[in-house]
């Protein structure tokens, strides 16, 4: 099963394209309001036991990168391959509680849809803002709202540490990001496909940090290219649990 998970304040509307191209595809529509990575990787994890899913090729978009790596973590043997798009590994730098605290205050001191207007913008190529695809994805964010963006801002900050899961990643693995992206760019997945035995790095000419979106052609070439390869599995690549006091 090919299985996208979306990223911060998004939802199954930011993969329509893939969905469309991947009609045997599912996308995880939100994680409710989990508001750690361990807990949305189990919202993951339950949905696919519910439906039946099986092994998962897994497409982690941005914090959906995170959630991918903390579902491989809990249940390698479930991951037959493994996409890390737009995302990041590297732990709590200094200044960032206090730069997503800001933008959480924009949401609770001028409304939510002002916190939208800061964020979103540049997320995206400047090319590719005034579009209707800029429109629907507004759109998508604004219905998120401000208690599940308080959520998934908390997952953030209380992140568990990942750089190390990179090495123990023994599937197929895809890792893409946009030329443009200003907010995880090419730079940070090169490191990130460095430390991954089995991993393909494509970086799509002309997006920023919405990729899905904003190039799904090239995207889904990607993907083709990924769910092509031949899936391996190593199960002995189980990691602890983590405990309530990691989270």
Not at 19 to 31: K, Q, V
Not at 176 to 198: F, K, M, N, V, Y
Not at 219 to 243: C, K, M, S
């Amino acid at each position: 099963m090919l299985l996208f998970l979306p990223g911060l304040i998004c939802d199954a509307r930011i993969f329509a394209p893939q969905l469309a191209a991947f009609p045997e595809s599912r996308a995880i529509d939100g994680y409710g309001f989990a508001d750690s990575l361990p807990d949305m990787a189990r919202v993951v994890l339950e949905r696919a036991d519910r439906e039946g899913w099986g092994e998962l090729d897994l497409f982690g978009h941005s914090m959906g990168g995170r959630v991918a790596l903390e579902v491989y973590r809990a249940a390698p043997e479930r991951v037959r391959r493994l996409a890390l798009a737009s995302t990041g590994v590297h732990s709590i730098g200094e200044g960032e509680p206090a730069k997503r605290r800001a933008l959480q205050a924009v949401g609770h001191e001028r409304g939510f849809e002002a916190l939208v207007d800061t964020w979103l913008p540049p997320m995206v190529a400047d090319r590719n803002r005034a579009t209707p695809v800029y429109d629907e994805m507004r759109r998508m964010c604004l219905d998120a709202g401000q208690a599940m963006f308080d959520a998934q801002i908390n997952a953030q900050l209380i992140r568990p540490e990942q750089a190390s899961v990179l090495p123990r990643i023994a599937v197929p693995t895809l890792v893409i990001t946009g030329e443009l992206d200003t907010w995880s760019g090419p730079a940070q997945h090169e490191a990130i496909a460095d430390r991954i035995a089995d991993s393909k790095l494509v970086i799509v000419e002309g997006a920023g940090h919405m990729l899905p979106r904003e190039a799904p052609d090239a995207v889904n070439q990607a993907i083709a290219d990924w769910l092509a390869r031949p899936a391996t599995h190593n199960a002995d690549t189980r990691q602890p649990a983590l405990g309530e006091a990691q989270k």
